[in-house]
């Protein structure tokens, strides 16, 4: 399981939705101002099942997640997928109204599916409550930002599992 792929091969300014304009910032400028480490970017499709009064939250990654514990993340809505392939990197587009300072305290990659018990799946989003669903979301989750990449090859690269504390909700992020 250990092939691994690079998801994230170059460095690249976070793009959002304000007003119906597109903008762009540098990642290290936002998670300064808001005292992060990095970001977690969640489908719109998703994001919605973070409920506003939910404590914890299992989110899984296909592989890798790069996330470590004791570090605060700043979780944000994908508006728009992006697209990642050998040679095309285009970031995803970005919501910064309702987002969520979360504290992970566990990650864990490189997990084969197999190694999952149900207990993981206890503060997970009330779509992900399986391994089952797990394959079905990651699945669809990176059909296009990883479209290169067959299906059998994306279960085979098995999760990340990053478990987080929801320590604040933003109704929106000022950046102006």
């Known amino acids: 399981m250990k092939n691994i792929i690079e998801r994230y091969p170059v460095k690249y300014p976070v793009y959002f939705k304000y007003e119906n304009k597109i903008f762009s910032i540098e990642p290290k400028i ?13 489908h ?12 914890l939250l299992t989110h899984f990654n296909i592989q890798d997640n790069g996330h470590r514990p004791k570090k605060n993340y700043l979780i944000v809505k994908i ?23 979360a504290k992970c305290f566990y990650s864990k990659s490189y997990v084969s599916y197999n190694q999952l018990k149900d207990e993981i799946f206890k503060h997970s ?32 690269l098995g999760v990340a599992i990053t478990k987080l504390q929801l320590i604040k909700r933003f109704k929106e992020i000022k950046l102006f």
């Open 44 to 55: 719109k499709d998703e994001f919605k099942y973070i409920y506003k009064n939910k404590k």
């Open 30 to 42: 936002l998670c300064k101002k808001y005292n992060c480490h990095k970001l977690i970017k969640i």
């Open 125 to 156: 989003m009330n779509n992900i409550k399986s391994v089952k669903d797990l394959k079905k979301i990651i699945l669809k989750r990176y059909r296009f930002s990883l479209a290169d990449i067959s299906s059998s090859k994306k279960i085979s």
């Open 79 to 101: 508006i728009k997928p992006g697209y990642l392939s050998k040679k095309i990197n285009k970031p995803p587009i970005l919501d910064l109204r309702e987002t969520y300072l």
